[in-house]
Nanobody
Framework: QVQLIESGGRLVQAGGSLRLSCTTS????????MGWFRQAPGKEREFVAG????????DYADSVKGRFTISRDNAKSTVSLQMNSLKPEDTAVYYC????????????????WGQGTQVTVSS
């Protein structure tokens, strides 16, 4: 079956950096657009970043532009999220997602979701 397993979340101070990784299995990775969503306590799940299937086109939420970078390695079937200049408002559970096809979308219409990894940014 398809599995998306996130790692890298932890407690970090404001201004620090983290790198989240998502290891996938059970799918033809190069056929899927990949992304990251997050959900903070009491808030709706929101789009963070996405990367297209083959062209490498990326898209970001306005709140993370210039601070976060998404990348993928089709040979290793992994997607990563480099997060710099972290803020307390970045605290959330971060989810890796996969959607069949080329394009990145900002809605929650992704087919596969990981279990999430907790990122906590202290002030």
């Amino acid at each position: 079956q398809v599995q998306l397993i996130e790692s890298g979340g932890r407690l970090v101070q404001a201004g620090g950096s983290l790198r989240l990784s998502c290891t996938t299995s059970g799918l033809t990775f190069s056929s899927y657009a990949m992304g990251w969503f997050r959900q903070a306590p009491g808030k709706e799940r929101e789009f963070v970043a996405g990367i297209s299937r083959s062209t490498g086109t990326t898209d970001y939420a306005d709140s993370v532009k210039g601070r976060f970078t998404i990348s993928r390695d089709n040979a290793k079937s992994t997607v990563s999220l480099q997060m710099n200049s972290l803020k307390p408002e970045d605290t959330a559970v971060y989810y890796c997602v996969a959607r069949f096809g080329e394009a990145v979308v900002k809605t929650t219409t992704y087919t596969y979701w990981g279990q999430g990894t907790q990122v906590t940014v202290s002030s």
